[in-house]
């Protein structure tokens, strides 16, 4: 049975400061689009929370998912409450191994049935059973088997929640995702290639505040992470929005921070939480190191064109003032190139220009 202390102990435990642990509340209220009179609640729930029994499998994907949870230099307050939550089954992190790992699983099912949470990362091949197995058992018949006494599922992930990279054409496995097989529980949609990490402890958070998951998009993501497309809050929009575009990685438009529209952003049909949670403990993101959102976030994204390659304009997520900028940004970054063309060709006697062409 599993140990029954409260996540409170087990931060205090580990060092964190009831100042600390409110910051992390506030945060929490900030990303869920809570109003900070809510932060009392949100602590209160958080504090004397039992620990909640999580199953993670993982079927084919990278283990970038893993590693974004559980990579940070230094210990931080939602890496704790992940640690808190505990898993009682995780592929990559656990201890036990062989029969000692699956019968761990199989005890968590039993001492827990119908309230543990079920954590899946990677897509499921249908193509044929011995594609990936587990202690022989194929990955679908795992996931049948473990969703079918879950309280609800959260797909980590976009292999998970859309199929990923493996269900990239040509798809050779034909790897589907968790919610094409699993019709009967609540799933929680968390893409990215990988989830910001903070995005994976905010919806655990969710639902040990309230018990509940939180309000899902048409794509089964939660809105509070993923209402906004990454254009919507992106640093460089007003440079997008006068028409200032970067047209080469190392153009005086780049090293100006304009916006990396035609080098292949793919921020406007993107939704996720990057341009405001951020990485790494919120340092930045791609589009703050110069390099174009890639759009991991959504469905078939590695089949979308190349990732340098600029969507095609006007976009239906683009509004009319942006799409006006756009044509507006063609005719003014034709001048810009014109400005900067000396300049480019003195750099170019020092640089090698690395153009969209080089990317193909
Ligand atoms: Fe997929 Fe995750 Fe990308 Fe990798 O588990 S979403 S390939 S970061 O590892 O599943």
Redesign the pocket.
């Known amino acids: 049975m599993s140990k029954q202390y409260t996540l409170m102990d087990h931060l205090q435990g580990q060092g964190i400061t009831r100042r600390g642990f409110l910051k992390f509340c506030s945060i929490t209220a900030t990303m869920l689009a809570l109003p900070p009179s809510l932060i009392p609640q949100i602590a209160k729930a958080l504090e004397s929370a039992k620990r909640p029994s999580v199953i993670w499998l993982?079927f084919q994907?990278?283990?970038?998912?893993?590693e974004?949870i559980t990579r940070s230099h230094a210990p931080t307050i939602e890496s704790l409450i992940f640690d808190f939550i505990s898993l009682d089954y995780h592929h990559t992190l656990q201890a036990a191994s062989g029969h000692a790992a699956e019968a761990a699983r199989e005890q968590a099912m039993k001492d827990n049935e119908d309230q543990y949470i079920l954590v899946v990362?990677?897509s499921i091949p249908t193509g044929n059973p011995g594609f990936s197995t587990i202690a022989g058992i194929d990955n679908k018949q795992m996931l049948i088997d473990t969703a079918k006494h879950a309280a609800a599922i959260v797909a980590?992930?976009?292999?998970?929640t859309y199929g990923?990279?493996p269900h990239a054409d040509p798809n050779p496995t034909n790897a589907v995702a968790v919610s094409d097989i699993i019709k009967d529980k609540p799933i929680i949609n968390v893409p990215?290639?990988?989830p910001i990490p903070i995005v994976m402890t905010g919806v655990l958070a969710h639902f040990l505040t309230f018990g509940t998951i939180p309000d899902l998009d048409d794509l089964g993501r939660p809105k509070m992470f993923y209402g906004n497309s990454i254009h919507d809050r992106c640093y460089r929009r007003p440079f997008y929005e006068k028409g200032l575009f970067a047209e080469t990685f190392d153009d005086e438009g780049a090293k100006a921070g304009w916006c990396l529209f035609k080098l292949g952003c793919k921020g406007p049909t993107t939704y996720n939480a990057c341009a405001t949670a951020k990485w790494n403990e919120g340092t930045s993101f791609p589009i703050e190191a110069g390099a174009p959102c890639i759009g991991c976030s959504q469905p078939d994204f590695w089949d979308n064109g190349g990732f340098y390659n600029a969507l095609s304009q006007p976009t239906i997520s683009i509004g009319e003032t942006a799409a006006a900028a756009i044509a507006a940004g063609a005719v003014a970054s034709v001048a810009a190139s014109a400005i900067h063309k000396s300049a480019k060709a003195k750099a170019a006697k020092k640089h090698h220009t690395v153009t969209t062409d080089d990317m193909e």
């Open positions: 993982s994907e990278c283990t970038g998912c893993t974004s990362d990677g980590v992930g976009t292999c998970a990923g990279l990215g290639c990988p």
